[in-house]
Every structure is written in C-alpha cells, then in structure tokens.
C-alpha cells in the first residue's frame, strides 16, 4: 500500500503550492480520490475529490482556489493551491474517498502559509 504525498513547504499568503500524491493501484484504479488535510488541534477534513472519470468537487473554503486533477496512468492525483492563506496551514494526504481505505493515510506533505 502506498501513500506518497509530495509538494508542500512554506509559502507567503496569497502563494501558491502544487501537491502531488503517488498511490498503489490497489487504492486508486476506478476509485475516487481526495485530498484531506488535518490542521493543529482539528479533525481531518476533505477538501477536494476527483472521480476516476474526472469529475471534481470541493470544500466551499478552498473551491476557486483550488484544483484537483489525476492522471490515471500514472496513479497520480494533484493538488493545485493558489491564492493561499494562512487557515489553509496543515498537513495534506491523499486516500481513496472509500471509507474502507482509511485504516492507513500514509505521511502526508506539511503546507505552512506564513509571512
């Protein structure tokens, strides 16, 4: 099983940061996938899903700062993060949206939004 996100680090308000999240095909053939993030002291929360067909959704904080993408041959989903701001702070995962998959999330990337 593999979890690989990839991309974060620290950037002004305002930046912009592209994720990337390589996955076993086990989790992400014909799965949708999301990206998650978990901020000090809060619960892990969804914030952008893709079918395996394309189709993407997204939390109303982050929808027209953010774009999820996938590309299927690759077992690889995207998280294109502009605009950021400080409240976006956190830890990004990748899963599979299937609460089956959620017994393990892999290490995650740290995104810090600081001046």
């Known amino acids: 099983v593999q979890l690989q996100a990839s991309g974060g680090g620290l950037v002004q308000p305002g930046g912009s940061l592209r994720l990337s999240c390589a996955a076993s095909?086990?989790?992400?053939?014909?799965?949708?996938m999301g990206w998650y993030r978990q901020a000090p002291g809060k619960q892990r929360e969804l914030v952008a899903g893709?079918?395996?067909?394309?189709?993407?959704s997204y939390a109303d904080s982050v929808k027209g700062r953010f774009t999820v993408s996938r590309v299927n041959a690759k077992n690889t989903v995207y998280l294109q993060m502009n605009s950021l701001k400080p409240e976006d702070t956190a830890v990004y995962y990748c899963?599979?949206?299937?609460?089956?998959?959620?017994?393990?999330w892999g290490q995650g990337t740290l995104v810090t939004v600081s001046s």
């Open positions: 899963n599979a949206v299937l609460r089956k998959y959620h017994d393990y």
């Open positions: 095909g086990s989790i992400f053939s014909g799965n949708a």
């Open positions: 893709i079918t395996s067909g394309g189709s993407a």
